[in-house]
C-alpha cells in the first residue's frame, strides 16, 4: 500500500477547480478505483460515469494527465511513485458536473447517419455475404463509443468546427455502411459535404485512443476520403464513369 | 445543462470548463510529448536541406556504374558540370543549349539534372498520408501533439480549401510507381562496369535502396485503395475471393508498415547519394569484384 495525490477536477458548466486529494493505494489498483476510494473517504457528491469496469462499456471515458482514457483500464502501476494524478472530464462536450460530460452531440450524429439499404434478397430469399467481405466492417463493430476519438479530434475539440465535422467515430460507422457488401446506398456526397471527411487532416490522434485498437484513420477515415477523390477529385475516375456509365 | 453543438467556452484565464487549457502548445500532458515532433522536424528538415544541396550542387552524383537516386533518371546530363555523368549515360544526352541559355543567369547555381525528375518522389512524400500526420503535427501544430493544444486558426478548414491538393496524392503515386522500375533498373546496370558483370558495395546499396523505396510505395493508402479497397465486395457470386483481395491483403500488410517504410526508404535513399558522393570525392573505396572504383568524372 502507498499513499499517492490525485488532483481531480470538481465543478459544473459554469466553472470549478482542482480539488486534491491524497489516499492509499494498492496492487493491481486502476484509476476508477481510486476515484470510488476517493468518494468514499472524502468526497462522496463526486461525479464519475462508469458501468461495466473491463473497458467494454465505454462510459469511464475522461482524461488522465491529459490523456484521453478509460479510467477503469488505467493501472495505478504506470504512474511514477511520487507523480500526482490529474483527472478532468473530456475537454470537447459540455461539463454537467465533474467528471460526467454531455454526450448528447455524439448521439445527434448517430441520427443523422441513415441505416442499411441492403440489395434485394437472393433467390433462397436470403441475404448472403461472405467472411473476406465482412472483415473490415467487423473491426469496427468493436467499438464501444467510449468517445475518446470524438473528444481526442483537435477538430472538435479545438478549432470550433462542431457543426462541420461528424468526428472520427461516426466516419466509423459511414465506413462501415459505405463498405458494408449488402448496402446499396450512396454515401460519398455525404460524407464530403455533410459529415466533412476534408475537415479531418488525419494526424491520428482518434487512432492512438482507441481502447479497442482500431485502425481509424488508416482502415475508415483514408478509405473514404479515397472513395470521395474517386468522386470528386480523380479526372480518369470522372471519365471512366462516363464512359461506362457506373458511379 | 448546456447542450450546444459547440464546445464550451473558454474562461478569461485561458481555461474551459474542466480545466482545460486553450492556448496554443497548452496541455495538461505529463510525458514528454514533444520528443516525437523535434524528431520528425530533426528527420525531415535534415533530409530537405541535404537532398537541397546535393539536387542543386549537379555534380559527384555518377560513380561508374552507380548513379545518385537523387539524379535517375537522368534525362540530360548538363556539360557545364564538372564531376557530373558522363553525357552518354543521358537518356537524352546534353542538355540542350537553349534550356541551359533559358535559365536565369543571376541564378548562383547551374541547371541541375535533378530538377527535372524530383518533383515526382517529392510530390509522393509531400501527399503521403503519413507524412501529412508528420508535418501538420511537426511543423503546423495542427495539433502538436494528441490533447495538446494547436496554433489557433479562425476558421479551420482542414483539407478542404488550399490543401484540397493533398487528393491527387494517388497522381504522384503513378509517377512514384514508375521510379520503382527506374531504380530497379539502375541496380541491374550496377551489375556491370566496363562491359564486365560483377558486384559492389554500391550495387547492394541501390537494390536495398530500390527495395526500401518499393515497400514504402507499394504500401501507399491510395495505392491500398486503387487495387481493391475500393471494392465492397471481394467475392464473386459463390463467394470466392478473387485476385483483388490477396492483393489488397499483400498491401496492406505494408500499409501497416507503412511509417517505419517512410521513414526507412528516407533515410536509405539520402545515405545512397552520400555513397555515391564519397566514393566520387575520392573519399571511400567502394569495395567490389572489379578492383578499384573509377571515380567520378
Known sequence: MSERHFRVWRGDSEGGEFVDYTIDVEPGMVVLDCIHRIQAQHAEDLACRWNCKAGKCGSCSMEINGKPKLSCMTRMNTFGPDETITIQPMKTFPVVRDLVSDVSFNYRQNARIRPLKPRPRGKDGEHRMYQEDVDRVQEFRKCIECFLCQDVCHVLRDQDAMERFTGPRFMIRLASLEMHPLDTDDRVPEIRDEFGSGLCNITRCCTEVCPEHIGITDNAIIPLKERVVDRYYDPLMWLMRKITGRK | ?297
Not at chain 2, 464550451?8 to 495538461?28: E, Y
Not at chain 2, 480549401?161 to 541496380?187: E, S
Open chain 2, 1 to 297: 445543462m448546456a447542450t450546444s453543438m459547440s464546445p464550451p467556452a473558454a474562461a478569461p484565464d485561458g481555461t474551459k470548463p474542466g480545466g482545460h487549457p486553450t492556448r496554443a502548445f497548452q496541455t495538461v500532458r505529463t510525458d514528454n510529448w514533444k520528443l516525437g515532433p523535434l524528431l520528425t522536424v530533426a528527420g525531415l528538415g535534415a533530409f530537405v536541406l541535404y537532398s537541397t544541396w546535393r539536387a542543386f550542387s549537379g555534380v559527384h552524383y555518377w560513380v561508374e556504374p552507380y548513379l545518385s537516386p537523387f539524379y535517375s533518371p537522368l534525362i540530360y546530363a548538363n556539360p557545364q558540370h564538372w564531376a557530373g555523368s558522363p553525357i552518354a549515360h543521358a537518356w537524352f544526352g546534353e542538355m540542350p543549349q537553349a534550356l541551359i541559355d533559358a535559365w536565369p543567369s543571376f541564378l548562383p547555381f547551374a541547371l541541375s539534372p535533378a530538377f527535372f525528375i524530383l518533383v515526382f518522389p517529392g510530390s509522393f512524400r509531400a501527399t503521403c498520408y503519413y507524412y501529412r500526420k508528420a508535418y501538420y503535427r511537426s511543423f503546423f501544430g495542427t495539433p502538436p501533439g494528441c490533447a495538446v493544444c494547436p496554433i489557433g486558426q479562425k476558421n479551420y478548414q482542414g483539407e478542404t480549401r488550399l490543401l484540397v491538393i493533398q487528393n491527387l496524392h494517388r497522381y504522384a503515386l503513378y509517377g512514384a510507381l514508375a521510379f520503382i522500375g527506374i531504380l530497379y533498373y539502375d541496380a541491374f546496370l550496377a551489375l556491370r562496369r566496363g562491359g564486365e558483370w560483377g558486384i559492389g558495395v554500391g550495387t547492394l546499396v541501390l537494390f536495398m535502396n530500390a527495395t526500401l523505396l518499393a515497400g514504402y510505395t507499394f504500401g501507399c493508402h491510395s495505392f491500398r485503395h486503387l487495387v481493391g479497397g475500393r471494392l465492397d465486395r471481394f467475392t464473386n457470386a459463390v463467394g470466392a475471393p478473387g485476385l483483388a483481395h490477396r492483393v489488397w491483403r499483400g498491401v496492406s500488410w505494408l500499409n501497416a508498415r507503412h511509417m517505419k517504410f517512410a521513414w526507412a526508404s528516407l533515410f536509405w535513399v539520402g545515405f545512397t547519394d552520400f555513397y555515391i558522393l564519397a566514393v566520387s570525392r575520392g573519399w571511400i573505396s567502394d569495395l567490389n569484384t572489379w578492383g578499384e572504383a573509377m571515380g567520378g568524372h
